[in-house]
């Protein structure tokens, strides 16, 4: 009952004017993001970032969380009008929605898209409200081998899970940790890295790293392409509108709904698991497991509700292990972890033990019921006026982005030298995507490499520089070995395929080879 009686003060802390306005403000943005190639609810939540700077804590988090919500829905638009998928996660979508949308017209698979966004979001949500207070419980016994070794699994899960090559993936996560060290270290005041160069005196700001690589990057990247980035023919009909299945028809595709919004929280927990991977897998669990499996692909109703449940149940799975554990599941939840610390708040278990601070977390939670209905409710009513967002030249888009960027960066602390910063980590970004490095994997590790490098120093204190500690210690122990895990699976697993494909190159030759008649 303590639970529903803090979700109950949270909810009237969401309808405070402010907090309500900065909810409806990211709705609008998320859906307006999300349905433009090459921008996307990440980049959303990043550009929104420095603008919440001046704000209090609970406006400003429920700000980017609203974004990160209504970006996860908002791609579908343009997925089912037009073939062009906002997001990667909405490219699933795409199989199923589209077709419908040309056999039977749009407003059909966009009243399913709607309806599988508001179950997803609302059954995610509920079990992240019960799952907050005993994660914190079993949180709140953690020691600073624990913390670390919390901080290892997460850095190694993003590792393993990032792209296809697992190499440029440790690279990638490499730097970010060689990023965190720069500046003055915690423990005992010790300048590293900075080469005598004053502005990395303070280390590198976080606020660089996500702008840079996130926005710039993708700006450079598009450059280096020529804007050839398909768009809305000017002469498209815009005149679209959403039709709500009957509750026979949801009841009909009940299998997939309770399947998807299960995958799609439990998938959002695991660190790394981000709305893409989770869409394509509750669509290959559907594909393969389903009911009407051998109707997905021609316009079936599960096609739809798949996917969509998948990518917004995932949202509330990245908050839970980012709020209870300070340990982010995806770029988003990086970028609303940044949040808290620039603000001056230590996401983890001590968040609801302090009385001030349980009002806030609760106040945050309470916000995502609210957003995934009005998401819904906006985006049934606001269609029309959204898909235009596809007009916009994209010259015109990219020079808002860079605006918004630069300005941003000086904002911060209003020196030129974090606008500098922000270039150099923009031509980093753009070479991570020239040369197919993923970006995540070093993000992370620039906001998760002061905390674990911090908890293992205290560790390496208490237990008289005994560094292996953290492998005695049950939990901890425990941990670390899932890490290894995470990071040994994928390249035994890569290595075996190797090694049976070398295994046929004789036989094949000696096939080919071989005398016939």
């Not at 969401?14 to 999300?34: A, H, K, N, R, T």
């Amino acid at each position: 009952m303590n639970v529903l009686h803090d979700l109950a003060i949270g909810l009237m802390h969401v309808f405070q004017p402010y907090d309500l306005l900065m909810l409806v403000v990211g709705i609008l943005v998320g859906m307006l993001v999300s349905i433009m190639p090459g921008l996307g609810f990440v980049m959303g939540v990043i550009l929104a970032l420095p603008f919440t700077y001046k704000m209090q804590i609970e406006p400003a988090v429920i700000l980017l969380t609203s974004i990160y919500f209504s970006g996860t829905y908002g791609g579908c638009f343009t997925t089912i009008l037009y073939r062009i998928p906002g997001e990667p996660n909405d490219v699933p979508l795409l199989w199923d929605g589209y077709t419908m949308g040309q056999r039977e017209g749009a407003a059909k698979p966009l009243g399913w898209a709607l309806v599988a966004a508001l179950i997803g979001g609302l059954v995610s949500s509920a079990v992240m409200v019960a799952l907050t207070q005993p994660l914190t419980d079993v949180a709140l016994k953690f020691n600073s081998e624990d913390y670390f070794a919390a901080i290892v699994f997460g850095l190694t899960t993003v590792v393993s899970l990032a792209g296809k090559s697992l190499v440029k993936a440790f690279v990638s996560l490499c730097l970010g940790l060689l990023v965190a060290c720069i500046g003055v270290d915690s423990i005992y005041g010790v300048s590293r890295y900075t080469f005598g160069v004053p502005i990395l005196g303070d280390g590198v700001q976080l606020v660089a790293v996500l702008v840079g690589m996130y926005g710039l990057g993708e700006v450079f990247k598009r450059i280096g392409q020529g804007l050839a980035i398909k768009g809305s023919p000017a002469g498209a009909k815009l005149k679209v509108q959403t039709s709500f299945p009957r509750l026979r028809e949801i009841w009909g595709v009940r299998g997939a709904i309770l399947r998807s919004s299960v995958l799609g929280t439990l998938l959002g927990v695991v660190p790394g698991a981000g709305a893409t991977i989770t869409s394509f897998i509750c669509y290959g669990v559907e594909k393969q497991y389903g009911r009407e499996r051998a109707k997905l692909g021609t316009g079936h109703p599960s096609g739809i509700v798949a996917p969509q449940i998948g990518s917004t149940a995932s949202v509330a799975g990245h908050l839970i292990p980012m709020l209870t554990l300070g340990i982010p599941g995806s770029a988003a939840t990086a970028v609303i972890l940044a949040a808290f610390l620039l603000h001056g708040v230590q996401p983890g278990p001590m968040l609801l033990s302090d009385p001030a601070s349980r009002v806030t977390v609760y106040t945050i939670l309470a916000s995502m019921f609210v957003a995934v209905i009005g998401m819904c409710l906006i985006g049934f009513f606001w269609i029309r006026l959204v898909v235009r967002v596809l007009l916009i030249p994209q010259y015109l888009l990219n020079a808002i982005v860079v605006l918004f960027c630069l300005v941003g960066a000086y904002a911060d602390r209003n020196s030129m030298s974090d606008v500098w910063m922000i270039l150099i980590f923009g031509v980093l970004g753009y070479l991570f995507e020239k040369y197919r490095f993923p970006i995540s994997p070093m993000v992370l590790g620039a906001i998760l490499g002061p905390i674990g490098e911090t908890n293992f120093m205290r560790s390496m204190v208490v237990h008289h520089g005994n560094w292996t500690a953290a492998f005695t210690e049950p939990l901890s122990g425990t941990m670390l070995a899932m890490s290894a895990f995470a990071v040994f699976y994928p390249v035994t697993r890569e290595l075996l395929h190797w090694l049976r494909r070398r295994a046929r190159r004789p036989a094949i030759a000696g096939t080919a080879s071989s005398p016939h008649g």
